[in-house]
């Protein structure tokens, strides 16, 4: 990748070199920007999404922090343009959010700006995630613009804003724009691609969180399953079910690291340790039939009462305590179910419009028909899984999605369930679009496997040199005796498969097939 870098001065870094931008169907409310130099900070792997972990110091650059609003609606939506004061690689990158979050995530536009990206954000019109805050007008009432801003209308409006306020600031306009971002950044990429396709020329799209309102409902299956049962299992037994997988699968692959690297290959019957004793830190419990069915069911799907599917489960390899936690009065003791709360303030706000909703009154019978009245109310506007890329591919768009195989939050099978479905309609897909599933990763980043720090660069050489990745570079976490494991992420539905012979810790060793 080659930069030139354009400097400018600290002077121009004033409300006074801005235009308020031509944004049809908004009205900016106001416009501040200050000289920021000297800026550190210490962001750890994933904080700037697909990225390892870094410590930027001395960045210098203008905030430029915009409020406006779509009239007639009540909204006051916050955009951050933040503008390096030298080095700029005449590049703007789009930070995405995370959760409930729209975005103007710190770690992610000082990432960004340490690359020599102009970074543009959003808050979507609320600042904090909590969704008490902005998912109702009143009890009873759905703020929907709030959600159709979060969704996908404030993420265009800051692509257009931020290219506007890098005119004026540089004399010029980007000469390439990127999306990065993870979870709800990573759904947010994908609706981009589908609705704005000229807004970014490269999307990253990670472990997104697609079919949003339907699998945040998902998310409350699992409980609701082991509430029906009558016994809730301990945390220790869930965790040392999910470890037991990955002991019971880790050498499918040929070699023993503590990584999965094939789940769909992985045989393990949970029923099989009943009865066992476990010990985890801080605790011990035995193996109970509640906690191999709900292990059983997380592995599985979740499904109707006729067992066709509604949503793919989570891989052997996934940790289980995201989907089936529960916290115990002490040791031993009775233990209550503690749902995913994103899927439990999806229910509360969105689903039931009341804020004192309590989530233990629901049973499957419920789920069943919450989840037609979701998919009913909420799909067209959120759920971002429209299979038809045609805009995007004609505008010359590249997007690449990467999906840790341990997902214990957005299920991996989501985005080769999207993949697929793009592929159905369009066999040219690899040519726009291309899928990653990294053994062993967490969602977003975390655990022990294979991540793809450099996947950003890769995205950027395919759109500016059309070098399509046929694999990321994948790199371990330092292991206990710092060895890092080096190792292909291979394009899906290929897995990278250890050659037989040489150090296992080295890329070369392995191959895609
Ligand atoms: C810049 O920031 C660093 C770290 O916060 C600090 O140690 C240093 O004194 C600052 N330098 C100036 C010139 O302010
Ligand atoms: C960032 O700085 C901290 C404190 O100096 C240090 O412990 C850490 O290893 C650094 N991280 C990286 C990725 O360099
Ligand atoms: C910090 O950045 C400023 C502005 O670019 C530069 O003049 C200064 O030398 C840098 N200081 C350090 C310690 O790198
Ligand atoms: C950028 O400006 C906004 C609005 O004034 C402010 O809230 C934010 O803290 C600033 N960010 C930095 C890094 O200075
Ligand atoms: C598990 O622990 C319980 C209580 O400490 C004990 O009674 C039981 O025999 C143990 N079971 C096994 C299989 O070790
Ligand atoms: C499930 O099966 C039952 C009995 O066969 C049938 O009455 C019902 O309509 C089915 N429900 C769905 C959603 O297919
Ligand atoms: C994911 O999809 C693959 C391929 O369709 C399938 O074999 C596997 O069982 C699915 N896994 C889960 C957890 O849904
Ligand atoms: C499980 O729930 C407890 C209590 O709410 C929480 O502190 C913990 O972080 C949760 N664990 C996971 C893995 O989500
Ligand atoms: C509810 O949704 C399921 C799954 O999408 C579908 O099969 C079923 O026909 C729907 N039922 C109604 C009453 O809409």
């Known amino acids: 990748m080659k930069l030139s870098a354009t400097n400018i001065t600290h002077a121009a870094c004033i409300s006074r070199s801005f235009l308020y931008p031509d944004l049809f169907g908004s009205k900016t409310l106001s416009l501040t920007a200050e000289a920021v130099t000297n800026y550190s900070l210490s962001i750890e792997q994933g904080g700037y999404p697909s990225h390892d972990a870094r410590n930027v110091t ?6 430029v922090s915009l409020i406006y609003t779509h009239p007639g609606q009540h909204d006051s939506i916050n955009v951050q343009v933040w503008l390096p004061l030298n080095g700029w690689n005449q590049r703007l990158q789009g930070a995405g959010g995370g959760g409930f979050l ?10 960004a700006l340490s690359d020599g990206f102009a970074v543009v954000s959003t808050d979507a019109g609320h600042k904090i995630e909590d969704a008490s805050t902005w998912a109702l007008l009143s009890p009873g009432n759905v ?18 804003i931020g290219k506007s306020i890098i005119q004026n600031f540089y004399g010029q306009g980007p000469i390439r724009s990127y999306w990065n971002g993870c979870s709800n950044g990573g759904r947010q990429g994908l609706v981009i691609a589908q609705r704005y396709p000229d807004a970014y020329d490269g999307i990253l799209a990670a472990a997104p969180g697609i079919d949003w309102n339907t699998a945040l409902l998902g998310g409350m299956y699992f409980p609701l399953q082991v509430l029906k049962g009558g016994h809730v299992p301990a945390p220790c037994e869930i965790y040392a079910l999910s470890l037991a997988a990955v002991a019971a699968c ?38 109970s039939h509640a906690a191999a069915q709900g292990a059983a069911m997380a592995w599985d799907a979740v ?21 089936l936690n529960s916290t115990c009065d002490n040791q031993g003791g009775k233990c209550k179910m503690v749902p995913f709360p994103y899927s439990e303030e999806f229910i509360r706000y969105w689903m039931f419009k009341r804020p004192d909703f309590d989530w233990t009154t629901l049973t499957l019978t419920d789920f069943y028909r919450l989840w ?31 999906h840790g195989l341990a997902d214990p939050a957005v299920p991996t099978n989501i985005s080769s369930i999207y993949y697929n479905n793009v592929a159905q309609l369009d066999p040219g897909i690899n040519e726009y679009y291309r899928l990653f599933q990294a053994p062993g990763i967490s969602h977003c980043g975390g655990g022990n496997g294979l991540y793809p720090g450099h996947v950003f660069e890769t995205l950027i050489a395919w759109v500016e040199e059309g070098k399509a990745p046929e694999i990321l570079q994948g790199a371990s976490l330092p292991t206990e005796n ?19 012979k040489g150090d296992v810790t080295l890329a070369d060793n392995w191959k895609c097939a």
């Open 58 to 63: 001395n960045l210098s650059f203008c905030n």
């Open 102 to 111: 729209a975005g103007l995530n710190v770690p992610s536009m000082a990432g």
């Open 143 to 160: 703020d929907l613009y709030a959600l159709q801003n979060y969704a996908s209308v404030s993420l265009n409006d800051a692509a257009v």
């Open 250 to 287: 880790d050498a499918d692959d040929g070699v023993v690291d503590d990584i999965i690297s094939n789940p769909e290959q992985c045989r393990f019957d949970p029923f099989a340790l009943v009865g066992q004793n476990v010990t985890c830190p801080g605790m011990t419990a035995t193996i």
């Open 303 to 323: 499904r109707t009462a006729n067992g066709s599917l509604l949503m793919p489960g989570l891989n052997y390899g996934a940790l289980l305590n995201v989907a």
């Open 372 to 402: 037609n009245i979701s998919a009913n109310t909420y799909s067209d506007m959120i759920a971002s899984n429209n299979p038809d890329l045609s805009g995007f591919r004609a505008a010359g768009g590249k997007m690449i999605t990467w």
């Open 482 to 500: 710092g060895t890092i494991y080096h190792r292909p992420i291979c394009a899906y539905p290929l897995m990278a498969k250890y050659k037989g």
